[in-house]
């Protein structure tokens, strides 16, 4: 049936507006109960027994627990949607999964990439094949109501973006901004598999303790560990940033940089340290970006290494490379090997990329290296912001701040987030380990409206070593 917005033509997406609207309803519940209170038990029961999709559920669950007033017994459940019902077991590293399933099966045809992006990781998480998930999909679209073979047939509204083909692909795994019919059928045939997969099957987790199941799950959550949305005020900026601006404009210095400066953005208070982070800010007409490295090197090495780097032609080569950073020109060992504790983790988070929420955020940012992990024994804590050694002792804690949708998302003005080692769980493992902690700060400012300008000032960098008793040495 025809509407005065959708053509008889096309197929109506009623998965979509089904799902959005339960997106919403979350939302409302979670700020303002009052306008929707009387649907709880709707809700409630559309998380239990209704359409066998994970992401329908998820949401229709949490706006059921936000507005309250059910048993215990049905809030415990209500809670345990979304997560897999059947304890985890080790990753089988010998388990061989195809990324590619082929021309189809059992009548599903996926988009290009699809089946490498969307349908492989699932099958990781469950220690499943490809082509087994494959054929979950066809299914749970036959009991959501739609015959799998409508995948292979051309949508004729693609026919109006030939030359916009971007538009329509799902470039490595991300929502392409005009979706056609093959697409919008797999990815909700994908949600019923997995809300299937996660109510049946053993999940499985990395060596690191890292679940692949509920880290697949996150992908496409609006929602942080923190039970707060994306979309939300992160952490105000800290006292110690937003000073330091205001002693800047006070005193005149925008054009002036000094030491102390720099050494200030470690904050080293004889109890914690910064050891990565990034942000930026605006001083009067200036934008100021700074950016805070570290690795741990041999202690013998540290001295020589830090000089080195000070003494550099340019600065943007003299960054510290580490075993897990993918750009270093060497992982082999030897006096000067460096290994990094916390790394940059971009994911792709929300239903669509083109969402003015999502657009510019990165999450979760910055995280333990897989080398932190193990030789710290390394753990999760306070949903996500910090993480414990096996005693529960405190080792990295993380802030960030800033609030989205940003104006300018490229280059925010006032955003950022950093991660903070504890010396009573820092220095000791520095003293096990025999190595320093060298950290590089860089400072670089230019006239806001500079932006766009192809020529790129030399950053400011200092670059400093942390050994085992607390002690901050300098170049």
Request: charged residues 25%.
């Given at each position: 049936?025809?509407?005065?917005?959708?053509?008889?033509?096309?197929?109506?997406?009623?998965?979509?507006?089904?799902?959005?609207?339960?997106?919403?309803?979350?939302?409302?519940a979670s700020d303002r109960q009052e306008p929707i209170a009387h649907l709880a038990s709707l809700f409630a029961t559309i998380a239990r027994a209704g359409s066998p999709h994970l992401l329908i559920r998820l949401f229709a669950a949490r706006a059921a627990l936000a507005l309250g007033g059910a048993s215990p017994q049905c809030t415990t459940k209500l809670a345990q949607i979304g997560r897999p019902q059947r304890a985890s077991i080790p990753r089988d590293m010998n388990l061989w999964i195809k990324d590619y399933v082929g021309d189809s099966v059992d009548g599903l045809h996926v988009p290009m990439d699809f089946d490498r992006y969307w349908i492989v990781p699932l099958a990781r998480a469950f220690?499943?094949?490809?082509?087994?998930?494959?054929?979950?999909?066809?299914?749970?679209?036959?009991?959501?109501?739609?015959?799998?073979?409508?995948?292979?047939?051309?949508?004729?509204?693609?026919?109006?973006?030939?030359?916009?083909?971007?538009?329509t692909y799902a470039r490595h795994g991300t929502a392409p901004a005009?979706?056609?019919?093959?697409?919008?059928?797999?990815?909700?045939?994908?949600?019923?598999?997995?809300?299937?997969?996660?109510?049946?099957?053993?999940?499985?987790?990395?060596?690191?303790?890292?679940?692949?199941?509920?880290?697949?799950?996150?992908?496409?959550?609006?929602?942080?560990?923190?039970?707060?949305?994306?979309?939300?005020?992160?952490?105000?900026?800290?006292?110690?940033?937003?000073?330091?601006?205001?002693?800047?404009?006070?005193?005149?210095?925008?054009?002036t940089l000094l030491a102390t400066d720099l050494d200030e953005l470690l904050e080293a208070d004889g109890r914690s340290i910064v050891v990565?982070?990034?942000?930026?800010?605006?001083?009067?007409?200036?934008?100021?970006?700074?950016?805070?490295?570290?690795?741990?090197?041999?202690?013998?090495?540290?001295?020589?290494?830090?000089?080195?780097?000070?003494?550099?032609?340019?600065?943007?080569?003299?960054?510290?490379p580490?075993?897990?950073?993918?750009?270093?020109?060497?992982?082999?060992?030897?006096?000067?090997?460096?290994y990094r504790l916390v790394e940059w983790r971009d994911q792709e988070r929300g239903l669509d990329g083109s969402d003015p929420f999502s657009e510019g955020l990165s999450y979760p940012g910055w995280h333990p290296t897989k080398v932190a992990r193990r030789l710290l024994g390394l753990r999760e804590a306070d949903l996500s912001r910090s993480w414990v050694d096996r005693e529960g002792k405190l080792v990295f804690s993380r802030q960030m701040w800033g609030a989205f949708p940003q104006y300018d998302?490229?280059?925010?003005?006032?955003?950022?987030?950093?991660?903070?080692?504890?010396?009573?769980?820092?220095?000791?493992?520095?003293?096990?380990?025999?190595?320093?902690?060298?950290?590089?700060?860089?400072?670089?400012?230019?006239?806001?409206?500079?932006?766009?300008?192809?020529?790129?000032?030399?950053?400011?960098?200092r670059f400093y070593s942390l050994d085992h008793r607390g002690r901050l040495a300098t170049a």
């Open positions: 049936m025809a509407s005065p917005f959708r053509s008889s033509c096309n197929l109506f997406y009623r998965l979509h507006a089904r799902l959005f609207l339960l997106i919403a309803f979350a939302r409302i220690g499943a094949h490809t082509e087994e998930i494959a054929a979950m999909v066809a299914e749970a679209l036959r009991n959501l109501g739609y015959d799998p073979s409508t995948t292979q047939v051309r949508d004729e509204r693609g026919r109006d973006r030939y030359g916009q083909r971007d538009t005009f979706e056609l019919t093959d697409y919008y059928l797999c990815w909700h045939g994908l949600m019923a598999a997995a809300d299937r997969l996660f109510s049946e099957r053993i999940p499985v987790r990395e060596s690191y303790g890292t679940e692949l199941a509920v880290e697949w799950l996150e992908r496409f959550d609006l929602i942080k560990a923190s039970h707060t949305w994306l979309a939300d005020d992160w952490e105000p900026i800290p006292r110690s940033l937003s000073k330091r601006e205001e002693e800047y404009v006070s005193e005149k210095r925008a054009c990565m982070g990034s942000g930026s800010t605006i001083i009067g007409y200036l934008r100021e970006h700074w950016a805070i490295q570290a690795a741990i090197v041999p202690a013998g090495s540290a001295p020589s290494l830090i000089r080195a780097a000070q003494v550099a032609p340019n600065f943007y080569q003299a960054y510290l580490g075993s897990d950073d993918r750009y270093s020109l060497s992982h082999r060992r030897g006096p000067f090997s460096a998302p490229v280059d925010p003005p006032r955003s950022g987030s950093r991660v903070i080692a504890h010396f009573e769980t820092l220095l000791p493992f520095l003293e096990r380990a025999q190595c320093h902690l060298i950290l590089r700060v860089e400072v670089q400012r230019k006239e806001r409206e500079g932006r766009e300008s192809y020529e790129s000032q030399q950053p400011y960098c």
